[in-house]
């Protein structure tokens, strides 16, 4: 079983930037389609960011399209979330998750595995 763990964030001011991590154990994290949620407070945990398991696809939600970047080193079993540009409303807590099936899911219930979070605070 793989789990997860994030680290990474901060808080930061507008503009600036910060660079998240999410470290797996196990054997099989190069199978998984790798993705990034955030959870501001009183909304839904919604989608930021996916990657497929070679890296060949990648999907962002339009608020981030252009600031965030998302990567993985397979053999290190990690995914990276590099944000640049952070605004206030980015502020939220950051999930990292996996999922073993095709393609990148859009909505929570696609995804088996789940981080703990690590917060994320930008100041205006």
């Known amino acids: 079983q793989v789990q997860l763990v994030e680290s990474g964030g901060g808080l930061v001011q507008a503009g600036g930037s910060l660079r998240l991590s999410c470290t797996a154990s196990?054997?099989?994290?190069?199978?998984?389609?790798m993705g990034w949620f955030r959870q501001a407070p009183g909304k839904e945990r919604e989608f930021v960011a996916g990657?497929?398991?070679?890296?060949?696809?990648?999907d962002y939600a339009d608020s981030v399209k252009g600031r965030f970047t998302i990567s993985r080193d397979n053999a290190k079993n990690t995914e990276y979330l590099q944000m640049n540009s952070l605004k206030p409303e980015d502020t939220a807590v950051y999930y990292c998750?996996?999922?073993?099936?095709w393609g990148i899911g859009l909505m929570t219930g696609d995804y088996e595995l789940w981080g703990q979070g690590t917060q994320v605070t930008v100041s205006s």
């Open positions: 998750t996996a999922r073993s099936g």
């Open positions: 196990g054997r099989t994290f190069s199978t998984y389609t």
């Open positions: 990657i497929s398991s070679r890296a060949g696809t990648l």
